[in-house]
Antibody
């Protein structure tokens, strides 16, 4: 059974960088699929942040692209998110998820079939 | 950008009711649409992909239909475990979610 677990600080100061890691068990990241980050502000809807392949190929939400970096560590079977210059608007529950894909390239990325439990990150001084 | 809308935003229903939720895309997305169920404090759960394909393990009372710009999620007979918020997600061009439909107890 594929399992994902987010970890990282629950409180980040404004203008600093939010950093989260997603540890994957039950499936090797190197075996395929893309791996993504999605966030949900309290009481609001879901927003895709970006996705990464085990090769390091990434796709980012154009609205966040200038502030987002997603990386992968296949030796640890985990991937990470960095979001810079955060403001209160970045306060959200952050989820990592496996993104079903049929191959290579943006048009082959589909839906999210396995999700982590989510971690709340609050941006406040 | 492809924008997604859902209606209604809230739906009050009783156990046993047939429930239909509509999702509309701002441009054609063919059948590249998924539906998720989310309960408070939990991660979303995939129900339907490619507009009408049922994810493994999901009860058959859930069904999806539509193509192009208009899609529906139907629950044929609402069960106590189905009270939740439902989101659609397009994956035709990048990935965007609808605002959600909350199904609560009438």
């Amino acid at each position: 059974q594929v399992q994902l677990q987010e970890s990282g600080p629950g409180l980040v100061k404004p203008s600093e960088t939010l950093s989260l890691t997603c540890a994957v068990s039950g499936y090797s990241i190197s075996s395929g699929y893309y791996w993504g980050w999605i966030r949900q502000p309290p009481g609001k809807g879901l927003e895709w942040i970006g996705s990464i392949y085990h090769s390091g190929s990434t796709y980012y939400n154009p609205s966040l692209k200038s502030r987002v970096t997603i990386s992968v560590d296949t030796s640890k079977n985990q991937f990470s998110l960095k979001l810079s210059s955060v403001t209160a608007a970045d306060t959200a529950v952050y989820y990592c998820a496996r993104q079903y894909s049929s191959g290579w390239g943006l048009s082959s990325l589909y839906y999210f079939d396995y999700w982590g439990q989510g971690t709340l990150v609050t941006v406040s001084s | 950008d492809i924008q997604m809308t859902q209606s209604p935003s809230t739906l009050s229903a009783s156990v046993g009711d047939r429930v239909t939720i509509t999702c509309r895309a701002s441009q054609s997305i063919s059948s590249w649409l998924a539906w998720y169920q989310q309960k408070p404090g939990k991660a979303p759960k995939l129900l339907i992909y490619k507009a009408s394909s049922l994810e493994s393990g999901v009860p058959s009372r859930f069904s999806g239909s539509g193509s192009g710009t208009e899609f529906t999620l139907t629950i044929s007979s609402l069960q106590p475990d189905d009270f939740a918020t439902y989101y659609c997600q397009q994956y035709n061009s990048y990935f965007t979610f609808g605002p959600g439909t909350k199904v609560d107890i009438k």
